[in-house]
């Protein structure tokens, strides 16, 4: 474990060397800005960037997110509880799932207007539906001879529900999680570029209006960094609650 | 008492029947293995004494009531051993006591007593996984006898055991039993495990199952291994190995 972490932090210095290096030999930060420009350019903006910004767009981030979580499970749960639903919507979700957001964002914007529901509803849209499909897949692996078991015990749908199909879900929903907290950064930045009038997105694409390259990434980065952290977290707190895994 | 009458069965994705005109009876206090090949419908039949499927012609009467009037008479214990990964062994055995609704104290000390009885109690807080095939066996049995239901359905619980454990608990269930006789009914295809274990051998020959055979074993209890060197007890044996056609290719 200890040795493949130091390998994942070669590979990741090394690239950063590489792209310094490249960066040097081009020598136009307006196309490719260096790692030490761009840190740079975060150091210089820090305020600006961490005070005003990043909170902007975590607003959005995590309103979606949650608005995501709360229907998504609501869904898989209705989904597993009525056949017919899942008859009709499952296919429905797929589908959707192709759509490009980017493309439609601009029409929220065109509804709600430079507010934060516009934002909102990009990150809800690239979320919701993996988290709903996930956790619904979740419930369906729920073992058969387990419920069978539990129904000779005298168990109610709710006993089912409670001590079987939630438990069975836990781990698809630790996925689901980590999987929409990059897309909801995603949807967030996109819906800032878009239009907006703050965010980590918005100031990147005002920094491409300056042909500022360190400026236009400075943000990009900050937004990894905010996934890669909290999926880092989720994956932790995962760890500690589910234990009973098999290895 | 338990008993078939007249059951005929047939799963709705099958095209054949499971079982036709079926009766058979099992005495309060017995301990009655059922024997046959794979696939005959031994776990079927205790589908249908559990609820979990229904006879389309005929009745199962428990205690003289038919049984779709009862509930939480038997007490089933599956193939697998069924264990909730996600709980510890403790929790799992107060799995039929929580859907009983069984105030938590109580529950608790239901669960330390049976994981006392079944030698498990260093083990209350454990996951199944840190388990041995055996240990989890013993907690499945443990979990069963929680329901409190006094006719037992235990489904091959020993057949993915090796040799060994499997032998300790054949000889440790029959202690159980002959402390708290309870009904047992245990499927198995193992011959002389059905020998050494019950009080009658039913055997399952033909399909659609339209009669069990039934073997008295007139071995005394308490049980001893040695018992099964009986030449009569050797001669059943090489009997029932023969007409369920094994040593034949
Ligand atoms: N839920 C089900 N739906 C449809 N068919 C089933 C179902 N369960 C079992 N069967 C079929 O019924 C037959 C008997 O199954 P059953 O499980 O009762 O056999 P068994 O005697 O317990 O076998 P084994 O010794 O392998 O456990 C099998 O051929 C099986 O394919
Ligand atoms: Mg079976």
Same mark, same amino acid.
């Given at each position: 474990?200890?040795?493949?972490?130091?390998?994942?932090?070669?590979?990741?210095?090394?690239?950063?060397?590489?792209?310094?290096?490249?960066?040097?030999?081009?020598?136009?930060?307006?196309?490719?800005?260096?790692?030490?420009?761009?840190?740079?350019?975060?150091?210089?903006?820090?305020?600006?960037?961490?005070?005003?910004?990043?909170?902007?767009?975590?607003?959005?981030?995590?309103?979606?997110?949650?608005?995501? /979580?709360? &229907?998504?499970?609501?869904? =898989?749960?209705?989904?597993?509880?009525?056949? @017919?639903? *899942?008859?009709?919507? +499952?296919?429905?979700?797929?589908?959707?799932?192709?759509?490009?957001?980017?493309?439609?964002?601009?029409?929220?914007?065109?509804?709600?207007?430079?507010?934060?529901?516009?934002?909102?509803?990009?990150?809800?849209?690239?979320?919701?539906?993996?988290?709903?499909?996930?956790?619904?897949?979740?419930?369906?692996?729920?073992?058969?001879?387990?419920?069978?078991?539990?129904?000779?015990?005298?168990?109610?749908?709710?006993?089912?529900?409670?001590?079987?199909?939630?438990?069975?879900?836990?781990?698809?929903?630790?996925?689901?999680?980590?999987?929409? /907290?990059? &897309?909801?950064?995603?949807? =967030?930045?996109?819906?800032?570029?878009?239009? @907006?009038? *703050?965010?980590?997105? +918005?100031?990147?694409?005002?920094?491409?209006?300056?042909?500022?390259?360190?400026?236009?990434?400075?943000?990009?980065?900050?937004?990894?960094?905010?996934?890669?952290?909290?999926?880092?977290?989720?994956?932790?707190?995962?760890?500690?609650?589910?234990?009973?895994?098999?290895? | 008492?338990?008993?078939?009458?007249?059951?005929?069965?047939?799963?709705?994705?099958?095209?054949?029947?499971?079982?036709?005109?079926?009766?058979?009876?099992?005495?309060?206090?017995?301990?009655?293995?059922?024997?046959?090949?794979?696939?005959?419908?031994?776990?079927?039949?205790?589908?249908?004494?559990?609820?979990?499927?229904?006879?389309?012609?005929?009745?199962?009467?428990?205690?003289?009531?038919?049984?779709?009037?009862?509930?939480?008479?038997?007490?089933?214990?599956?193939?697998?051993?069924?264990?909730?990964?996600?709980?510890?062994?403790?929790?799992?055995?107060?799995?039929?006591?929580?859907?009983?609704?069984?105030?938590?104290?109580?529950?608790?000390?239901?669960?330390?007593?049976?994981?006392?009885?079944?030698?498990?109690?260093?083990?209350?807080?454990?996951?199944?996984?840190?388990?041995?095939?055996?240990?989890?066996?013993?907690?499945?049995?443990?979990?069963?006898?929680?329901?409190?239901?006094?006719?037992?359905?235990?489904?091959?619980?020993?057949?993915?055991?090796?040799?060994?454990?499997?032998?300790?608990?054949?000889?440790?269930?029959?202690?159980?039993?002959?402390?708290?006789?309870?009904?047992?009914?245990?499927?198995?295809?193992?011959?002389?495990?059905?020998?050494?274990?019950?009080?009658?051998?039913?055997?399952?020959?033909?399909?659609?199952?339209?009669?069990?055979?039934?073997?008295?074993?007139?071995?005394?209890?308490?049980?001893?291994?040695?018992?099964?060197?009986?030449?009569?007890?050797?001669?059943?044996?090489?009997?029932?190995?023969?007409?369920?056609?094994?040593?034949?290719?």
């Amino acid at each position: 474990m200890k040795n493949k972490n130091w390998l994942s932090v070669a590979v990741v210095v090394g690239i950063l060397l590489l792209w310094q290096g490249v960066a040097m030999i081009i020598n136009a930060h307006y196309i490719l800005p260096s790692p030490i420009q761009i840190v740079k350019k975060i150091w210089e903006l820090k305020e600006n960037l961490f005070l005003v910004q990043m909170p902007a767009t975590l607003k959005v981030t995590v309103i979606g997110l949650a608005i995501s /979580i709360v &229907l998504g499970l609501g869904l =898989a749960v209705w989904m597993d509880e009525c056949p @017919a639903l *899942e008859k009709a919507l +499952y296919p429905v979700i797929v589908a959707t799932q192709t759509i490009p957001t980017t493309a439609i964002a601009p029409l929220f914007v065109l509804w709600f207007g430079y507010s934060i529901w516009s934002k909102v509803l990009v990150t809800v849209l690239m979320t919701f539906f993996p988290i709903a499909i996930t956790v619904f897949d979740g419930f369906k692996s729920t073992k058969r001879e387990m419920e069978e078991l539990l129904t000779t015990y005298g168990a109610s749908k709710r006993d089912l529900f409670w001590k079987l199909k939630l438990p069975t879900a836990l781990p698809s929903f630790f996925s689901a999680i980590k999987m929409a /907290i990059p &897309l909801s950064v995603i949807g =967030a930045a996109i819906a800032e570029w878009l239009g @907006a009038q *703050e965010g980590l997105g +918005y100031f990147s694409k005002r920094m491409m209006t300056q042909l500022d390259g360190a400026g236009v990434f400075a943000p990009i980065v900050i937004l990894s960094a905010i996934a890669m952290l909290t999926v880092f977290i989720i994956t932790k707190i995962e760890e500690k609650w589910i234990t009973w895994r098999k290895d | 008492m338990l008993e078939f009458q007249n059951v005929t069965f047939q799963y709705a994705e099958d095209d054949y029947q499971m079982m036709k005109d079926l009766s058979f009876q099992v005495e309060e206090g017995a301990f009655v293995s059922i024997i046959g090949a794979s696939g005959c419908g031994k776990s079927t039949i205790f589908r249908l004494i559990n609820g979990l499927e229904q006879p389309q012609s005929g009745q199962i009467f428990y205690d003289g009531k038919p049984i779709s009037s009862l509930s939480h008479f038997s007490a089933y214990m599956p193939q697998k051993d069924l264990l909730f990964p996600w709980r510890t062994v403790g929790q799992n055995l107060a799995l039929p006591l929580e859907i009983g609704r069984v105030p938590k104290a109580e529950q608790q000390q239901k669960v330390r007593a049976m994981l006392k009885e079944v030698g498990l109690s260093d083990y209350e807080n454990r996951y199944p996984k840190e388990l041995s095939g055996g240990m989890r066996q013993r907690a499945a049995f443990a979990r069963t006898l929680l329901t409190g239901s006094r006719l037992l359905l235990l489904d091959e619980p020993f057949s993915a055991l090796d040799s060994l454990t499997k032998i300790a608990l054949q000889q440790w269930l029959l202690q159980e039993w002959e402390k708290y006789r309870q009904t047992v009914l245990f499927v198995t295809h193992d011959v002389e495990e059905a020998i050494f274990l019950s009080d009658r051998v039913l055997v399952v020959y033909d399909r659609p199952i339209t009669h069990l055979e039934a073997y008295p074993i007139p071995l005394p209890h308490p049980r001893n291994r040695e018992d099964l060197k009986r030449p009569d007890m050797q001669e059943l044996k090489e009997k029932l190995i023969k007409e369920l056609g094994g040593g034949s290719l």
